[in-house]
């Protein structure tokens, strides 16, 4: 790679003899015109033709220790996640608090359904204790069923859990190692992902980062004040 800044000298490897050469600079060789509008707006639209459609779960901690600015700042990730996505791209989400999982309103292509669940989101209130592991074994169970329907009719689609917990496991029926065997090797390039936000400074941040590196996806530490930006770096990945 050539230096930043046009006034440093290049040197080895930067040579005539190894490809490069040193008369090339800004002046001789002027930059590409930027594409015509037109042109922008339609690769634009060829990108998104193209592109897989994601599936995705999020799984959100409702627990007692969620209540307040935590549980707000986080549903308003949440809705900023959803209206984000794709009109194709299909969204389920689930709530996690005391000894139930339960769906937090309605799910299926985001396009269709995205507004109903963003009233459903804001509606979600916090009690009891965290079945952490229970949660994750419950949602890659049905995102990794939904997958196979998928593939038996030939569509073809990225998959993705987002879990957001602000502490350690207190009432799962599942253990540790149970809720371990439960998620997907990640050996697969298009098996289900799950992307991991140790919320707040009680989070088990190891073991949000052992969940989502298990699974080939990614960890994130987040705040009230951040987890917006975090939401929304997760839905670049997808």
């Given amino acids: 790679m050539r230096p930043v800044s046009p006034n440093i000298a290049l040197r080895d490897p930067l040579t005539l003899e190894k490809g490069t050469d040193p008369r090339v600079t800004r002046d001789t060789v002027p930059a590409l015109e930027?594409?015509?509008?037109?042109?922008?707006?339609?690769?634009?639209?060829?990108?998104?033709?193209?592109?897989?459609?994601?599936?995705?779960?999020?799984?959100?901690?409702?627990?007692?220790?969620?209540?307040?600015?935590?549980?707000?700042?986080?549903?308003?990730?949440?809705?900023?996640?959803?209206?984000?996505?794709?009109?194709?791209?299909?969204?389920?989400?689930?709530?996690?608090?005391?000894?139930?999982i339960y769906n937090i309103g309605s799910s299926g292509r985001a396009g269709d359904i995205g507004e109903k669940l963003v009233t459903s989101l804001n509606g979600v209130y916090t009690s009891g204790n965290t079945p952490l592991y229970d949660a994750v074994c419950k949602a890659t169970s049905d995102l990794t069923k939904i997958q196979k329907d998928d593939e038996a009719k030939g569509e073809k689609r990225l998959y993705g859990i987002v879990l957001l917990s602000d502490g350690e496991d207190t009432a799962s029926k599942n253990s540790q190692n149970q809720m371990f065997n439960c998620l997907p090797s990640g050996e697969s390039v298009t098996g289900v992902k799950v992307f991991t936000i140790a919320y707040g400074k009680e989070a088990d941040k190891d073991l949000m980062t052992r969940i989502a590196g298990r699974t080939n996806g990614k960890s994130f530490t987040g705040d009230p004040e951040n987890i917006e930006t975090i939401y929304n770096a997760i839905s670049a990945e997808q």
């Fill in 34 to 100: 930027s594409p015509p509008a037109a042109v922008s707006e339609a690769v634009k639209d060829v990108f998104l033709k193209t592109k897989k459609k994601a599936t995705i779960m999020m799984v959100i901690d409702t627990s007692g220790s969620m209540a307040g600015d935590k549980i707000n700042a986080a549903i308003k990730g949440s809705v900023s996640f959803v209206q984000r996505l794709h009109p194709d791209d299909r969204i389920y989400a689930i709530g996690f608090s005391q000894d139930r």
